[in-house]
């Protein structure tokens, strides 16, 4: 008796395992392309390319994010602090300059300048504190001042405004930020 019970038991956990192996095997999951940035999410708290992407003040900054092939990198789960400068901000530089950036000949300086304006830490601009330097990803540092009431980064770049993102924190800034090193 103990024999045929386990006997069935040993079939009935066979097949079943068996079919089990069918249903995966008919439904493969197709994989979509690229990274965290291509995941759709309609309900979370948007990631910090995305409150970008989502800001008419920013669209030459998220150009020059997909140019420079960091979108991917600034969608994943950070936690990232990141100075983006208005359209208004990069408009004060030299257009041909600009211009010269935005290629793929150029593409290590585009790089490590947008890497100039982020660090991998998520700080609210209440925590700043006069005389501060921030290690940035490309290496190297920006120092904070305070003036009347104002956060400055390197004496030029006014914070301008805070935005939280799921991955970090966006300050709005009304400079772009050149690193002392041109190219790394």
């Known amino acids: ?18 079919s089990a192996e069918k249903e995966v095997a008919q439904s493969p999951e197709v994989a979509s392309a690229g990274g965290q940035e291509n995941v759709q999410d309609d309900e979370s708290q948007k990631d910090v390319v995305k409150v970008a992407a989502s800001s008419k003040d920013h669209t030459t900054l998220v150009a020059a994010l997909k140019q420079a092939e960091l979108v991917t990198s600034l969608s994943n789960a950070g936690p990232f602090t990141v100075f983006a400068p208005t359209n208004a ?31 991998v830490s998520s700080i609210k601009a209440e925590y700043f504190q006069d005389g501060q330097n921030l290690g940035m990803v490309n290496g190297d540092n920006v120092k904070i001042s305070i003036k009347n009431g104002k956060v400055m ?15 970090g924190i966006i300050h709005v800034i009304d400079q772009v930020l050149l690193p002392p090193n041109p190219s790394k």
């Open 153 to 167: 980064l390197n004496n030029s770049a006014t914070i301008i405004a805070s935005i939280p993102a799921s991955n």
């Open 89 to 119: 901000a990069f408009d004060k530089l030299d257009k041909a300059t600009l211009d010269a950036l935005m290629t793929d000949a150029k593409k290590a300086d585009l790089q490590n300048i947008l890497q100039y304006h982020v660090t």
């Open 1 to 18: 008796m103990k024999i045929s019970i386990l006997l069935i038991s040993s079939v009935i956990l066979f097949s079943a395992c068996s």
